[in-house]
């Protein structure tokens, strides 16, 4: 089975464990939605979305509470699976292959897809641990390797200098931003594709806030991440795209400029204003 | 006003007194046996108590060293067949137990959880003990597992399923397979409650006699064989509390506070490793 890239090349089916596919940076969307819908039981909460989220950019996705942004954000990591009776139609490629398709191992796809969570949950174990989990268990880096790659991922999420000298200690001792920005490194150890990332401010206090915002600014030349965010001005400072997600379907997406200058849609406008939401 | 608030408070000191004098009774049963048992046996607790077999009876001096021992080795046999068994199903229960065949699994567990021991020992006799035509310590290991299986997988399922979801979803994004989830982030999570469920489990069985009975039979001399009677601290305590003779009593109730002693021991231990564990956790 082979898959058209949107630039016209043709790759094969990788082999279950990576994602093998690595396009040299070019404007070709990491991930392309195509006509995604998802249903819990009998209640669908997502509408035939469409999508390009860009490479190497932040991508904000904002709307109301149960419009489906945390939905959308788990379905590309196939986390939604694990709840029973969900269903999906239509399609998400990552680097041109699906993420649904037969060959694609959903515990191969999650060590491409990295994810932060809305409430930081760190292992009960030593920081070092913590980070190493993810390599360790992937066998992304050869034993004595170890170390080097943990204190990377622990630079890029800018923990580093706080941490260094008691990587020993739990990492549930560590403060609410610096448990979270663990978890960033964590998920960054396993040099994933894209960065997942749904609500990872909403349980910091604004000076973490800040620190988080200015991590994405790093980030992003490195990896394509997609964040889900409750706080208009997080999405607005942080982001260069910003989809709009309203009662399940993607209302609007663009340039974060010009989504929150000139919106196309009212309801986009109504939201960002505070009008609703 | 005031008169609402006297009533309040009144009904409110009441209760107080009514709960604590409840708990009061509760404990007291506590230190009425344990103070008995000091006082009837803490007198015959020597050294020969511990290192000597029994003497014939007339005699003076022998000891119970060969039903401590045995104790031991019944005990220890039946948590080993016993608690991989139950944690291995309360992971199962907690994990994957939502459908149909996790509601049956928990049901028989609820249900041999009520089942009276001697009902497991007679089981057991009937399916081990005539088949292979002799009382054998290791019949009397899988009638104490069979008590124990039940007890750590409800417990084991319980604590499993306080571990936070966002625990299981964090490693699960990390590209975990789901068994290794349960196991190596779930279950160690929750490996310090687990490990006192055990050890209370353990304290439960390690006084039971009615199931050992029909199977391990007692033996009144000092045998580490597990294909072989043996005896226990319970059935010594059951033989010699019901013979006739003084020093028989003298020793029963010896033993009876060092199996006291035993379970306590273990409670503590318990408390320990759930205090520790956490702590360190925080």
């Known amino acids: 089975m082979t898959t058209t890239l949107s630039d016209g090349r043709t790759v094969g089916q990788p082999p279950n464990e990576r994602f093998p596919v690595r396009l040299p940076d070019r404007p070709t969307p990491v991930l392309d939605v195509r006509g995604y819908s998802f249903w819990y039981g009998l209640t669908q909460a997502l509408f035939d979305v ?67 969570f809305q409430q930081p949950n760190p292992f009960p174990k030593t920081i070092f641990d913590n980070v190493a989990y993810g390599p360790r268990l992937n ?45 960033i490194a964590r998920a ?19 000076g973490a806030t800040q620190r988080i915002e200015e991590l994405l600014v790093e980030l992003k030349r490195s990896y394509s991440i997609v964040i889900v965010t409750h706080n208009m001005q997080q999405a607005s400072r942080a982001s260069d795209f ?24 009212e309801r986009t406008e109504a939201y960002i204003t505070g009008r609703f939401g | 006003m005031n008169a609402r608030r006297l009533r309040r408070r009144l009904v409110n000191g009441t209760m107080t007194a009514l709960v604590g004098a409840l708990s009061f009774v509760a404990v007291l049963a506590l230190v009425l046996i344990l103070g008995h048992l000091v006082a ?32 031991g080795i019944i005990v220890g046999l039946a948590a080993l067949i016993g608690l991989p068994i139950g944690i291995g199903t309360g992971l199962y229960l907690a994990e994957y137990g939502s459908g149909r065949l996790g509601w049956v699994v928990r049901f028989v567990a609820d249900v041999l959880n009520g ?25 009397g290991s899988v009638a104490l597992a069979i008590l124990m299986v039940p007890m750590i997988a409800r417990t084991t399922e319980e604590l499993v399923r306080l571990v936070p979801h966002s625990l299981r979803e964090a490693a699960l994004a990390l590209g975990y397979p789901r068994w290794r989830t349960s196991l190596r ?50 059935l010594q305590i059951f033989q010699y509390a019901t013979g006739p ?15 006291m002693g035993l379970v306590l021991v273990l409670a503590i231990l318990a408390r320990w490793v759930l205090r520790s564990r956490h702590g360190a956790a925080r």
Request: hydrophobic share 45%.
């Open chain 2, 245 to 259: 003779f003084d020093e028989w009593h003298r020793l029963a109730w010896a033993s009876a506070l060092v199996l």
């Open chain 2, 115 to 139: 089942t009276p021991s001697i009902v497991v020992g007679i089981f057991v006799w009937t399916w081990l003990v005539r088949p292979m035509g002799h009382f054998s310590a290791f019949a």
């Open chain 1, 139 to 183: 066998g992304l880096a050869p034993k004595r390797d170890i170390p080097e790659r943990v204190e990377h991922a622990l630079r890029q999420a800018a923990l580093w200098d706080e941490v260094k000298d008691r990587l020993q200690t739990p990492g549930t001792g560590l403060s609410g931003g610096q448990q979270q920005r663990l978890c």
């Open chain 1, 242 to 265: 910003t989809g709009f997600f309203y009662l399940g379907r993607l209302m609007e997406f663009g340039p974060t400029k010009q989504l929150f200058t000139r919106p196309a849609d």
């Open chain 1, 50 to 116: 469409r999508v390009a989220i860009p490479r190497r950019a932040v991508t904000a996705l904002i709307g109301p509470s149960g419009c489906g942004k945390s939905t959308f954000l788990r379905s590309v990591n196939r986390l939604n699976e694990l709840i029973p009776h969900t269903r999906h139609s239509g399609d998400i490629l990552l680097e041109g292959v699906s993420v649904f398709s037969k060959g694609t191992d959903p515990v191969a796809l999650r060590r491409e897809v990295g994810m932060v």
């Open chain 2, 40 to 71: 009837k046996g803490a007198s015959s607790l020597d050294w020969n108590f511990f290192t000597k077999n029994p003497v014939p009876t007339g005699e003076t001096g022998g000891g119970v060293a060969h039903a401590i021992v045995g104790s």
């Open chain 2, 185 to 234: 982030i779930v279950a160690r999570t929750a490996l310090a409650g687990i490990l006192t469920g055990c050890l209370v489990a353990v304290a439960r069985i390690a006084g039971e006699t009615a199931p050992l009975l029909f199977t391990a039979l007692g033996n009144v001399n000092f045998n580490t064989h597990i294909g072989e009677p043996m005896e226990a601290l319970s």
């Open chain 1, 188 to 206: 960054l150890a396993n040099e994933p594709e894209v960065l997942l990332m749904d609500e990872p401010c909403s349980a910091l206090d604004p």
